[in-house]
């Protein structure tokens, strides 16, 4: 199992700056994902760890060992496309042995070995179809077996799940999941999709316009963001500028009663809000509208009387409301913007 | 109806040789006559009998066709990537100067040109015409093979590259096989307007390097219609072959190259 680390790694298009001296260490045998919007430099990044693209400063390491001057072939970093990107003159087999070929393993041996890995992605009867002839999954299938046959010091995938619908994406997510445990692989995938990189990924390094802006588990990113964009990222949609002494925030919403110290902006996540209780620390509430979003409704919420406004989702919320509890532990104070 | 117009399409391509044809093994055949009054082989006996100089005609026009489309397709390969692969600034530009051989007419630039081939002591010469022949052959060979590296997708080489490949082992593994038909198209087109140049291979050849559309000129206007008949018949082969050739490789958008490749390699192992 192999260690990643990337120390000051920036890539620029011109006087664009791509990626912005982005440092990050990828554990042996971990799986992180890169998570940002299209156009925050995560695609580049990968481009640039696995060899494709050379980076304008900065290192790549692996386990230690400073591999930015090697060429791709060198690596043992496979990438594997959003697309499958299958070599369409060769046949679902000479497609996933194309690797052990190009390292010299004997024609019978790696034959034996990429029939074996299309039985671990259960594609045994496509051995001798084309590319042209498999469906979105199933390209997509071949293009990882084509990548772990290899046994690779790292596996790279660029979306690996975008481009399914959404029965087989639930399917894939668990195959991609299952085979990285049994290989161990360090894996690092690119995603925009923030349910697919929480689902699939040990940490998340959130990127926005070219630069980290926070790494760790998936629980981190979603509960303690580092700021609103990060937040808004994940679905945050409720924050209230103001400033709490210790026992309570004055904002929009009135005095709200909470830990948070010092100027800021407070924060929580819808589905945390609760509309139940009439516990202590409740505020009078009159509802403005709602609307069905399938598990949950998302209701918009008039607290307080200077208009301060409360959204939150609820699988099953009550014909009227009088009033909201927003939970002590799951209130957030973010710095202010 | 799609019968009715292949038929058609037939007839306009085939009907004018009809009388060709029956010229070459005409003998007497005069005004008001339907067809000529005796068949007879002696034009085609004497066309490919050495001593009428088709056969040395027929084997140096092939040759000259055939290493002046290798060298369009080799000089054009760089060419056809940049157009069919990459945007940049002034590619438009760069089309048009390309294509530019195809609108000027030939004889405005040899004239000009044969003096400088003077100098260089390649007037007159095989070679020569050859180099000349890569004025109207490039445009041809570059836009065809250029059309299939637009179909290449450039992540296709770095997902070989990222696979293991050498630069080497993806030009000959993944880039030769995806542009092929790409290849073929251009060569087979390059070939075919080097076997169709006159007045290039006139002025530049100085009447030493006789080409077969040399000698058919020189028949026809002799008034040897049998002779002339027999040598455009041969002159028209390669087009032909070259028509069926590429039909068969060409369709089915460019994967019928690859595909037959396959099922050879396929064959051979069984």
Known sequence: ?337 | MRGAAALALGLLLVAPLVPLAVWSVARGWFFPDLLPARLTWEAWSAALSPRSGVPQALALSAGIAAASALLAVLVGLPAARALGMRRFRGSGAVRLALLAPVIVPGIAIVLGLHGLFLRLGLANTVPGVILVHLIPTLPYAVLAMAGTFAGLDPDLEAQARSLGARPAAVLRHVTLPAILPGIVAGGLFAFLVSWAQYALTLVIGGGKVVTLPLLLFSYATSGRNDLTGAIGILYLAPGALALVVSARLLTGRGAGLATMHATMRAKVRA
């Open chain 1, 1 to 337: 199992m192999t260690g990643l680390r990337l120390e000051g790694l920036t890539a620029r298009y011109g006087d664009h700056a791509a990626v912005a001296g982005l440092d990050l260490a990828v554990a042996p045998g971990e799986r992180l994902a890169l998570l940002g919007p299209s156009g925050c430099g995560k695609t580049t990044t990968l481009r640039m760890i696995a060899g494709l693209l050379a980076p304008a400063a900065g290192r790549v390491l692996m386990d230690g060992a400073d591999v930015t001057r090697h060429p791709p072939e060198r690596r043992q970093a496979v990438l594997v496309f959003q697309s499958g990107m299958l070599f369409p003159s060769m046949s679902v087999e000479q497609n996933v042995a194309f690797g052990l070929r190009m390292r010299g393993v004997p024609r019978a041996a790696r034959r034996d070995r990429a029939r074996a890995m299309l039985a671990r992605v259960r594609l045994d009867g496509l051995a001798d179809r084309r590319p042209a002839d498999l469906s979105g999954g199933q390209a997509q299938r071949v293009a990882l077996a084509r990548a772990l046959v290899l046994e690779p010091r790292l596996l790279l995938l660029d979306e690996p799940l975008s481009s399914l619908d959404a029965g087989l994406r639930d399917e894939m997510r668990e195959l991609v999941l299952a085979l990285q445990r049994e290989s161990g692989v360090t894996t690092i995938m690119v995603t925009h999709d923030q349910a697919e990189a929480v689902a699939m990924a040990d940490r998340i390094a959130l990127m926005l316009d070219g630069r980290l802006r926070q790494v760790g588990p998936p629980e981190a990113l979603w509960h303690r963001p580092a700021d609103a964009q990060v937040a808004r990222f994940f679905g945050g949609v409720n924050f209230w500028p103001g400033r709490g002494d210790g026992t309570r925030f004055d904002c929009a919403l009135g005095p709200v009663p909470c830990a948070a110290e010092g100027p800021g902006l407070l924060t929580i996540r819808p589905e945390a809000v609760r509309l139940d209780a009439a516990g202590p620390g409740a505020l009078p509430a009159r509802e403005t509208g709602r609307r069905f979003l399938g598990a949950v409704t998302r209701l918009r919420l008039v607290v307080g009387a200077d208009g301060g406004e409360v959204i939150a989702d609820s699988p099953a919320p009550p014909e009227t409301i009088t009033q909201v509890t927003l939970p002590r532990a799951a209130l957030h104070l973010l710095p202010p913007p």
